[in-house]
């Protein structure tokens, strides 16, 4: 099964940026949706943001929505997370997966995913 590595996580100041990546172990990621979800402390993981299969569509959640961006690099089995304006709000554990539904758009709900990152923290601090 392809393994996933979350990387870039830090703390920063609220306004600040971070980009966060997430490294599949082999391509076959190219064919699947992938998307990032987090989860703060005390609450369900929640869905931030997915690209479809081939990274021409992108969803976002509304909390992030034109402030983040999300990007999957099929040449050499990527996805990338740009956060800009970071929030204290967008203080969690950030997580990247792959989507058990090939040739698609990638799903809003954690049980559309069956492989999973152990997850890179975000602390932004106000």
């Known amino acids: 099964q392809v393994r996933l590595v979350e990387s870039g996580g830090g703390l920063v100041q609220a306004g600040d940026s971070l980009r966060l990546s997430c490294a599949a172990s082999d391509r076959t990621v190219e064919i699947y949706p992938m998307a990032w979800f987090r989860q703060a402390p005390g609450k369900e993981r929640e869905f931030v943001g997915g690209v479809n299969w081939n990274g021409v569509r992108t969803f976002y959640a509304d909390s992030v929505k034109d402030r983040f961006a999300i990007s999957k690099h099929n040449s050499n089995n990527t996805l990338d997370l740009q956060m800009n304006r970071l929030k204290p709000d967008d203080t969690a554990l950030y997580y990247c997966?792959?989507?058990?539904?090939?040739?698609?758009?990638?799903?809003?709900?954690?049980?559309?995913?069956?492989?999973w990152g152990q997850g890179t923290q975000v602390t932004v601090s106000s």
């Open positions: 997966a792959v989507s058990t539904s090939a040739f698609n758009d990638p799903g809003v709900n954690t049980h559309d995913y069956g492989t």
